[in-house]
């Protein structure tokens, strides 16, 4: 706004009236960060507060006109800071880089370019992140470096500060990963670097100026992994060269640095066909199918639309933990259980998300394993929990390798907000591939009783964990919300399973994510799989009834606001 048009506020708004009141009110709103001044083309005041800015930024533009990007993320845990906070942050930059030739200034953030670089500062207060990145040509990585370290500690400090309640964790993401076409940087958490120098220490930096590696790259330069200002002209031409070689430009980028997309065949809102459902073949290798991309732009569009939807993070959607007991002590092998696990494994990868995989657990490992995942700050940074579960079960249990039970109300009282607070408020996706016949702890004592004699340890630590069970689980009324379950079978039913191929829930579950995810909900798709399941496991009965009997999946849905969760495949909110 003009500096008239703020004179004008002040004097409808307020009982000043004199320019020296005026002078004082500018520099009590300036006091605060929530004000800042600048001078347009002309050498004309004007100001700004990012509270009332109407405009979003969307994408990371800056990334798209230099190779080279650092950037840090802040995550807020503890006791997070209320909204004008961020717009402090944003003002403090501002005031901070005042030389930068452009400045904009949006709701969400700000972005201040030069010559040599390009700075940017994105935050979402509902998911209590603030991102900082800077771009740049490989010769000024040095400044670049400078430019985000400086940027960091000033952030850091200004929250420290002013909102001590407040545990800020650092993570640095690889540069190197984004430049060679890699959508899931690696990432640093809390690196040394981002720690604030004491009064009379110089920036933090190190002495290492050796290649390194990443991932299946060797002889990555030292700059684009850790922080370092100075360059020799020898080191900035082998990492001209490096660039050169490995850089890989964002794809869909057209000469105005906007991102063109078109929809595709398969990213239609179409109907499911009968020619998919007709699928009872176990030969293909799920691991090898396509994933078909979010491109449809009425679905892209929900990406920042967090009333409509679950808050999707980025490049990571969030963590996958699977539990595979495969190898009983009593009952022997679970054939094509593997099956089901790198299938899960390699579509979750494709997705966007950690995958954790958990192997024969005992009934108390099953627990400690999940709690132990619950306590990671990891999922401070994630959007999402899956939770998969395969395994002998029955009526509300599965079983851990030494045929005890686990009851599923332990396993979601577990994860509930209150239990996995990195968590709360963001959706926990349980996914079960296990029988439900009988009472299971009856029907694993008598399995025990006809294996072993009747004072065995084992039928004496089954009946001991028993009870300690059905203790726990006398816990009434524990948030349940924010969950949705995919259980393969209903009550009293059994799960089909293959020795070649895996399970048909999962099976299932894989080639539908893979071909629908990129336009469909998570309820939705499972409401699909569920209809799938269905209708093969009844062909395969009219077939063969004495081996095949009709399995209905089950889901159970406890989501809030009445949003949706959309998993956008390959697509990381960049337009």
Same mark, same amino acid.
């Given at each position: ?205 190190? &002495? !290492? ?6 991932? @299946?790259?060797? *002889?990555?330069?030292?700059?684009? /992994?850790? +922080? #370092? ?43 499911? &066909? !009968? ?6 073949? @176990?030969?293909? *290798?799920?691991?090898?199918?396509? /994933?078909? +991309? #979010? ?44 099956? !089901? ?235």
């Amino acid at each position: 706004m003009s500096e008239k048009l703020l004179h004008h506020l002040l004097i409808t708004k307020t009982s000043f009236t004199t320019s020296d009141k005026m002078k004082v009110a500018v520099k009590l709103l300036q006091s605060f960060h929530l004000l800042f001044e600048m001078t347009d083309s002309s050498q004309r005041l004007s100001y700004t507060m990012p509270y009332f800015s109407q405009e979003y930024f969307t994408d990371l533009t800056a990334s798209r006109r230099q190779p080279v990007k650092l950037s840090v993320d802040m995550l807020f845990g503890g006791l997070t800071p209320p909204q004008y906070v961020y717009h402090q942050i944003s003002v403090k930059l501002l005031n901070d880089l005042q030389d930068c030739s452009e400045k904009a200034v949006r709701k969400n953030g700000v972005e201040l370019r030069d010559e040599a670089y390009t700075l940017q500062l994105l935050h979402d207060y509902k998911s209590r992140k603030l991102s900082i990145s800077v771009t740049s040509a490989c010769r000024q990585i040095g400044n670049a470096w400078k430019m985000l370290t400086t940027s960091v500690h000033s952030t850091v400090k200004y929250v420290n500060s002013t909102w001590r309640a407040s545990k800020i964790t650092c993570i640095n993401l690889c540069a190197h990963c984004p430049l060679v076409g890699e959508k899931r940087p690696k990432r640093f958490i809390n690196p040394s670097w981002c720690r604030p120098p004491k009064d009379g220490e110089s920036l933090p930096m190190t &002495s !290492d100026s050796s290649p390194g590696r990443c991932g @299946t790259y060797r *002889d990555v330069p030292a700059c684009l /992994l850790h +922080p #370092t200002f100075q360059l020799s002209g020898d080191e900035l031409q082998k990492l001209s060269d490096f660039v050169k070689t490995n850089y890989k430009p964002p794809d869909n980028i057209g000469h105005s640095g906007a991102a063109t997309h078109t929809v595709g065949t398969d990213d239609v809102l179409s109907d499911v &066909s !009968d020619e998919e459902e007709d699928t009872t073949s @176990t030969s293909e *290798d799920l691991t090898k199918l396509t /994933l078909v +991309p #979010t491109t449809n732009q009425s679905i892209k569009s929900l990406f920042i639309n967090t009333s409509k939807i679950y808050k999707m993070t980025s490049p990571f959607r969030g963590r996958a933990l699977i539990i595979n007991n495969n190898k009983y002590r009593i009952g022997g092998e679970r054939l094509g259980s593997s099956y !089901d696990v790198d299938n899960t494994f390699a579509l979750f990868r494709k997705m966007g998300f950690e995958v954790v995989k958990q192997k024969d657990l005992t009934a108390e490992g099953i627990l400690q394993c999940i709690q132990s995942e619950t306590r990671d700050e990891i999922h401070n940074t994630y959007g999402m929990f899956f939770l998969f579960l395969f395994a002998h079960g029955a009526n509300g249990m599965i079983h851990g390798v030494d045929s005890q039970p686990v009851y599923l109300t332990q396993i979601y009282s577990l994860i509930n907000s209150t239990n996995f607070p990195n968590m709360a408020g963001k959706p926990k996706v349980v996914v079960i591939q296990a029988c439900r016949v009988g009472n299971s702890v009856s029907q694993t004592e008598q399995n025990i009783q006809q294996s072993t004699n009747s004072s065995s340890p084992e039928l004496s630590a089954l009946r001991t964990h028993q009870q300690e069970a059905e203790t726990s689980t006398g816990q009434r009324n524990f948030d349940v919300d924010d969950l949705l379950i995919l259980h393969s079978c209903f009550e009293n039913s059994a799960s089909m399973k293959f020795d070649y191929g895996g399970s048909l829930l999962i099976r299932t579950l894989v080639r539908t994510l893979h071909r629908h995810g990129c336009h469909r909900d998570l309820a939705d798709l499972f409401d699909i799989v569920k209809h799938r399941v269905r209708k093969i496991s009844g062909k395969l009965k009219e077939r063969t009834p004495t081996v095949y009997v009709t399995q209905t999946p089950v889901v159970t849905n406890t989501l809030t606001g009445r949003r949706k969760i959309y998993l956008f495949p390959l697509f990381y909110g960049e337009w």
